[in-house]
């Protein structure tokens, strides 16, 4: 298992749980009210995130997904 | 004929030629005409599945909810990342196994799995019952774009009648290759139109996103933050996981899957897609803008809100080019629709023993496609408001599949046919009696703390669909080991 596989966790959770951890309307950012700010910001990390995990799975030897097996189970 | 009314017009006849180009002297197997011979690159499977996901219910509908309701619309915005990370696993696997076993649709996956064909006829029956009224929304859809953009000259009947036409035509004749090029020309469009109104609206009317936002806190306090009850936390978050579970599951995306060349592409797609999806996001401001422009559209009136700011703010021939990106929104999603849903009623419920080569499955299928939009038609000019609640139970219908793809996607799958079928069938049911019913978490539990009752109650289903799948496939597993 490689832990870096793990990285998407982080801005899942912050997206899923934006209402508990920023339903706020101050500080505004950028004009926007703090909650829809988080929102946007975490949308932007998780492109970010998912070409890190992209770019350690290029890079290790190994196939990124275990081959598929033909036969149905 | 006004100016709206032609750029429209020239929308419709741009689709309807491309739809028709994009044959090319194609020999039209079922693999060919379904899922593109499987030979799609990245920026086409990325166009295609943007085109997929971007529909008029996410153009209306989004600007509508910021407009109707506020802050819970943010969740729009939400579950697309989520589904984006999942997919970068799931979809290359899904894509790898159908590759690897010569597939056409999302009835032959489960059917192949499971290893059970009543599986496959039953998840068939599922994705049509759920994707007719997908289709019938688009064409709601149409028909209030091209009637309010063209003030009225058009009438949504006769809109909805042009619209059904040309798709009808060149999904006969394209099949995939037609969504995937009109998909093109509409990405490019919706992309100009919602940033530009995006940005325009709340400056020319508000003197920018700041104080647009302030009047709004001023005048309606509390509707930029989620509520304490009703669409609080714990539904944005419950309703987060299970759009995202939902996602890919529609036969149409799930399908489209398939007509990729190289799993390459679902990996870059996850990358990059999560920041197109912040288009979304000018379609809020859009929302937000009109809340103040064009006050009181009650109920579903509220999906009007975009389209009547921009008859209000601007010259008819740009409205005219917002109806195109309108009409365009709800043209590509309806013929992959179409197209799903004859590819599935063809060759896994009536020629279920068809090999994918054989001749008769796109003669078939292709026949099944006026059908199909004449029931849809039928559903859109009889059926009323409770489309909208349809909607609703076909998103959580196919949600229900969720179990089975991710257990057969383990290593080792712990559900066994029988399982599957037992948790499809009592998940379906519970969605069927919770929708109809009107029960919630609130109304099954009203003791329970608020954070519980206000949960999404299509977890309900999801997990009587569990228990189910995982008694029946214990039992059954137990049963001819001991024999």
């Known amino acids: 298992m490689r832990l870096y596989r793990l990285l998407p966790v982080i801005p899942a959770g912050a997206l899923v749980g934006s209402g508990w951890i920023a339903n706020r309307l101050e500080p505004r950012i950028l004009g926007l009210p703090f909650l829809l700010a988080w929102i946007v910001g975490w949308v932007v990390a998780t492109s970010v995130v998912m070409l890190i995990v992209y770019r350690l799975d290029a890079r290790s030897p190994n196939p990124a997904i275990p081959p598929t097996r033909v036969e149905p189970e | ?483």
């Open chain 2, 1 to 483: 004929m006004n100016a709206a009314l032609a750029i429209i017009a020239a929308s419709f006849a741009l689709a309807l030629g491309l739809g028709l180009r994009a044959r090319r002297g194609r020999q039209m197997s079922l693999t060919e005409w379904a899922v593109g011979g499987r030979a799609f690159g990245a920026i086409l499977i990325f166009l295609l599945l943007a085109g997929e996901i971007y529909t008029t219910f996410t153009f209306l509908g989004a600007s509508g909810w910021a407009y109707g309701r506020g802050a819970p619309a943010f969740y729009i915005l939400c579950y697309g990342a989520v589904a984006y990370i999942m997919s970068y696993w799931l979809a290359p696997a899904i894509w790898r196994y159908a590759r690897t076993n010569d597939l056409v649709s999302q009835p032959d996956f489960f059917a192949h799995k499971y290893d059970s064909r009543p599986f496959g006829i039953l998840v068939a029956l599922v994705g049509v019952v759920a994707m007719i009224p997908y289709l019938v929304l688009q064409l709601k859809g149409l028909g209030i774009i091209v009637s309010e953009a063209s003030l009225g000259a058009v009438s949504p009947t006769v809109a909805i009648w042009l619209g059904v036409i040309a798709v009808v035509v060149y999904v006969m004749i394209s099949g995939i290759h037609a969504s995937a090029w009109t998909a093109v020309v509409k990405d490019i469009l919706i992309l100009g139109v919602a940033i530009f109104l995006g940005l325009y609206l709340p400056a020319r009317l508000h003197g920018g996103i700041g104080p647009m936002f302030d009047t709004i806190e001023a005048q309606r306090p509390g509707f930029l933050t989620l509520p304490a009850t009703g669409q609080s936390a714990s539904w944005f978050a419950s309703t987060v996981l299970l759009t995202a579970l939902g996602f890919y599951l529609w036969p149409h995306t799930f399908g489209s899957i398939y007509s990729a060349k190289a799993s390459e592409a679902f990996r870059k797609n996850a990358i990059v897609m999560p920041l197109y999806q912040l288009v979304m996001l000018f379609v809020f401001f859009v929302g937000f803008a009109a809340l103040l422009e064009v006050p009181g559209l009650q109920g579903t009136d509220a999906d009007l809100a975009l389209l009547r700011v921009s008859v209000k703010t601007f010259d008819p021939w740009v409205v005219g080019i917002i109806g195109a990106a309108g009409v365009l929104t709800a043209l590509v999603p309806g013929s992959m629709i179409l197209m799903s849903a004859a590819t599935i009623l063809s060759k896994n419920v009536i020629l279920r023993d068809a090999p994918p080569e054989d001749p008769r499955l796109p003669r078939l299928a292709k026949g099944l496609v006026p059908v199909i939009a004449a029931v849809a038609l039928w559903f859109t000019f009889r059926g009323g408001d409770s489309i909208v609640a349809l909607l609703l139970m076909g998103y959580a219908f196919v949600t229900q599949l969720a179990p089975a793809l991710l257990c057969s996607l383990l290593p080792r799958n712990p559900l066994t046919g029988a399982g599957a079928i037992a948790g499809l069938v009592a998940g379906e049911a519970t969605v069927a009696w919770v929708t109809i019913g009107k029960v919630s978490f609130a109304s099954l539990l009203p003791d329970a703390p608020t954070w519980v009752q206000d949960l999404n109650v299509g977890f309900a289903a999801l997990i009587v669909n569990v228990a189910a799948a995982t008694v029946v496939s214990l039992v059954g597993r137990r049963g001819p080991a001991r024999a």
